[in-house]
């Protein structure tokens, strides 16, 4: 087989890595900043969640994660009496979602904390309700805080859905093992496989160089 | 049966230590590859960032493309093109080897940032003064700048220690025994997924733990202001 021939599986392949990159992420980010908001919250019982969350998820092997979530908790559903059979793709995006939101929970966390006391202290000095002090006052320092550590962690988050081909969704990966366990043109299918990720890596890259851009103008704009 | 253990499903309490030595067999190995990859990293890193810092392009430049290629890629993609292609060059390494290689390979990118960034904190006045003092290369390499940097270094590597330690369960993909694949062979020959992953699942974050709490009691025990020199 020529290597034009394995484009359009590996294509095909790609397009399942980028649906799940961009949910997993998005996911992710959800739950990092509700993690990391809960981490500092006064809520002993919401702070005690975060920190289980954030220590479970970083604490354990994401294929662990995945493995549990595709294979066990269809069982621990059955003991409850419940149906927790999830397909492939929601155990996917699911455990890579978890999985880097803690990891960004613990990002939010510190850009909030890095946020300086004076800032609230001139923010009621200036009789702000707590609402516009978030909106006004630690929104636009944190976030911009966050953007760079964000930015390796969707490369990491992209590198990491190679893992669900373990689970037999239809990726990049999971493709090109198809391919070579059909022609057993490993040399070719690995390097070509290598550099669409290198690719991807890439472009994701600028994208979220792009978007800290975007967000760093936050800092100067006023109310 | 495995690893001489037989396994007890009479009862879920029964079945899970009945299994526990099994799994404490593939924590040896998740371990053994830990270290070893940790060790690769940090041997890898090292040239990696020796050639980063040549004063030639033609030298440093393949050398940062090269890192961020690996650093870009995943670890199960990387393991794959070892496992398969380096067999069609002559090269034979057995599972875990090629898997601890993998590990290496992946982490080095890492780690070689972490040698740039611990090298550079060393501040520019130290080599002047070193060079006013009329210190030779080599003296004020090994008795100026090495002493800072390393306290520098220890609790970044430390946190890339940890981060193999989880990536470690990869390798199952290439056979290697490790606790996970040890864990999913045990519910593919009982039909119970959820006692032996559950119990993986606890035992890594057992290891995390007492690995962050160990490079804690490290880093506090390190002198900031470099080693003492005799």
Redesign the interface.
């Known amino acids: 087989m020529h290597w034009t021939e394995y484009l359009p599986p590996l294509l095909q392949g790609a397009w399942v890595t980028v649906q799940l990159t961009v949910y997993s992420t998005v996911l992710g980010a959800m739950l990092a900043f509700a993690a990391g908001i809960g981490k500092l919250s006064r809520n002993l019982m919401l702070r005690a969640v975060a920190v289980a969350y954030i220590e479970v998820f970083r604490g354990t092997s994401l294929l662990v994660q995945l493995f549990w979530l595709y294979f066990a908790l269809p069982m621990a559903g059955q003991a409850l009496g419940l149906d927790l059979r999830i397909p492939p793709v929601v155990a996917g995006v699911m455990a890579l979602a978890l999985n880097i939101g803690a990891y960004g929970a613990e990002v939010v966390r510190g850009a909030i904390q890095s946020v300086q006391q004076g800032q609230y202290e001139a923010a009621r000095a200036l009789n702000f309700t707590p609402r516009q002090t978030l909106t006004a006052v630690t929104i636009p320092q944190a976030v911009p805080e966050m953007m760079p550590s964000f930015g390796n962690l969707a490369v990491q988050n992209l590198k990491d859905t190679a893992l669900v081909s373990l689970i037999s969704l239809g990726d990049m990966t999971f493709r090109a093992e198809q391919l070579r366990n059909f022609t057993q043109d490993s040399t070719t299918i690995y390097s070509m496989l290598l550099l669409m990720y290198f690719g991807m890596a890439l472009v994701l890259t600028a994208m979220m160089r792009g978007l800290e851009h975007r967000v760093g103008r936050w800092r100067k704009v006023g109310v | 049966m495995l690893f001489g253990f037989e396994w007890d499903t009479s009862g879920p309490l029964v079945f899970a230590i009945s299994i526990l030595p099994m799994l404490l067999v593939g924590m040896w190995v998740t371990i053994q590859a830990t270290v070893l990859g940790f060790f690769m990293a940090l041997v890898l890193g090292l040239i990696w960032a020796v050639l980063k810092a040549a004063p030639s392009r033609i030298v440093s430049w393949p050398a940062k493309a090269f890192t961020e290629?690996l650093r870009?890629?995943?670890?199960?993609?990387?393991l794959?093109?070892l496992y398969?292609?380096l067999p069609?060059f002559g090269i034979i390494l057995p599972a875990f080897m090629t898997g601890a290689l993998a590990l290496g390979m992946q982490y080095s990118a890492y780690t070689s940032e972490v040698y740039r960034a611990g090298l550079e904190a060393i501040g520019r006045d130290q080599r002047e003064a070193a060079r006013a003092l009329n210190l030779t290369t080599v003296r004020t390499f090994t008795h100026v700048i090495v002493p800072q940097a390393v306290p520098r270094i220890v609790p970044a590597m430390g946190n890339y220690l940890v981060s193999i330690?989880?990536?470690?369960?990869?390798l199952?993909?290439v056979t290697v025994l490790e606790m996970?694949n040890v864990?999913?062979i045990i519910?593919d020959r009982t039909f119970?997924?959820?006692i032996p992953?559950?119990l993986?699942?606890g035992l890594?974050?057992i290891m995390?733990?007492v690995a962050s709490a160990g490079l804690r009691l490290l880093g506090s025990r390190l002198p900031k202001q470099g080693i003492p020199l005799k």
């Open positions: 290629f870009d890629t995943p670890l199960i993609v990387q794959f093109f398969y292609v069609e330690m989880k990536d470690v369960p990869v199952s993909v996970l864990g999913r519910g119970n997924y959820l992953l559950s993986v699942g890594y974050l995390t733990l």
